[in-house]
């Protein structure tokens, strides 16, 4: 599954995109305790990055990309194209990251 190459542009330099698979999407929903949440704000205040968040955050884009590779691999593609990150805050502390784009079969050139 690990050789399922995402991306985010429409081609693939050396690859012929033959068929469309479908869209497909990887999701997680991360949330932060209350010591990060302490740590964030006192950062937030003083200056500085939050590394706890940011932690989160690249945790959040390992599982949205297992998802959407297991979801193109599901569809038989070797290839996601156009993916692309969205976040969202869904409540206090509570993270969306969600990762789209589409499955396809390629060839090489």
């Known amino acids: ?3 399922i190459t995402i991306t985010t542009t429409d081609s693939l330099e050396g690859r012929e995109i033959v068929e469309y698979r479908g869209v497909v999407s990887g999701e997680a929903i991360i949330g932060a305790n209350v010591v990060s949440d302490i740590a964030a704000g006192i ?3 003083v200056g500085g ?3 706890s968040y940011e932690k989160k955050i690249a945790v959040g884009r390992e599982e949205a990309v297992s998802d959407i590779r297991a979801e193109a691999a599901d569809l038989g593609a070797d290839a996601v194209v156009g993916a692309s990150f969205d976040y969202e805050e869904m ?3 509570m993270l969306w990251v969600n990762l789209s ?3 396809v079969t390629t060839r090489r050139e």
């Open 1 to 3: 599954m690990s050789d």
């Open 91 to 93: 409540a206090e502390g």
């Open 43 to 45: 950062r937030d205040i």
């Open 101 to 103: 784009g589409t499955a």
């Open 49 to 51: 990055r939050s590394g």
